[in-house]
């Protein structure tokens, strides 16, 4: 296993318009997280999975944004109607909820642009 | 809500040397974890170093060491003989032992130069 892919890395899309982007964890991970992150800022939390369970989500998380996690495997996050403002880099990351085990393992994002 | 400052934007530090970033925390917890992560440009974040806050030993990886003072809520990275592959974005996160809640709260970033 090489690690959380993201993809596509890269999406430019038109306003209004619906994405989704797909997140493979490490395999024996069961835990998932969906970040934004704008230019210049530090990751801000959008929503945490434990296996297929969505167990928090962020107030950020307006009503166009969904994510699932079926099977507790891979994980997909669509924004609806996207907006200017959801342009952004938006990353995955996984770990293993076991014991102390506490690194968060990233991919490498991705770029989402709306015109 | 737990929250993560990093006060400095931007650091540089002369190739060779040594240079300490800040960080500061809020939280009501007495046990949690610290941790900074290293972000290259357009690369994917990767763990540096991680601090358990019922340690009172400060953590070391390396050349990179932690300052970890519980009571003032204080985590500041230190990166001794500093590399040009140092230059990155450098973040602090804080993460609740609590269970059920296991997000990763981050700073804004220092953006570390290293200069030749």
């Known amino acids: 296993d090489t690690g959380v892919s993201q993809d596509p890395r890269h999406k430019i899309t038109k306003r209004g318009q619906n994405v989704t982007f797909r997140c493979d964890p490490i395999?024996?991970?069961?835990?998932l997280y969906w970040y934004r992150q704008t230019l210049g800022q530090g990751p801000e939390f959008l929503t945490y999975?434990?296996?297929?369970?969505?167990?928090?989500k962020s107030r950020l998380l307006s009503d166009r944004f969904s994510a699932e996690r079926p099977k507790g495997s891979f994980s997909t996050l669509e924004i609806q109607r996207t907006e200017q403002g959801d342009s952004a880099m938006y990353l995955c990351a996984s770990s293993l909820g076991t014991g102390r085990n506490t690194e968060a393992f990233f991919g490498q994002g991705t770029r989402l642009t709306v015109v | 809500a737990q929250t993560v400052t990093q006060s400095q934007p931007e650091m540089s530090v002369q190739e060779a040397e040594t240079v300490t970033l800040s960080c500061t925390y809020d939280?009501?917890?007495?046990?949690?974890?610290l941790f900074w992560y290293k972000q290259p440009p357009s690369r994917q974040m990767i763990l540096v170093i991680r601090?358990?806050?019922?340690?009172?030993q400060n953590a070391t990886e390396n050349r990179f060491s932690v300052n970890f003072q519980k009571a003032a809520k204080s985590f500041s990275l230190k990166i001794s003989d500093s590399q040009l592959g140092d230059a990155a974005m450098y973040f602090c996160?804080?993460?609740?032992?609590?269970?059920?809640?296991?997000?990763?709260?981050f700073g804004t970033g220092t953006r570390l130069k290293v200069l030749a």
């Open positions: 601090q358990e806050a019922y340690k009172q």
């Open positions: 395999s024996e991970h069961n835990r």
């Open positions: 939280t009501s917890e007495s046990d949690y974890y």
């Open positions: 996160a804080y993460r609740t032992s609590t269970s059920g809640t296991y997000k990763y709260i």
């Open positions: 999975f434990q296996n297929e369970a969505q167990l928090e």
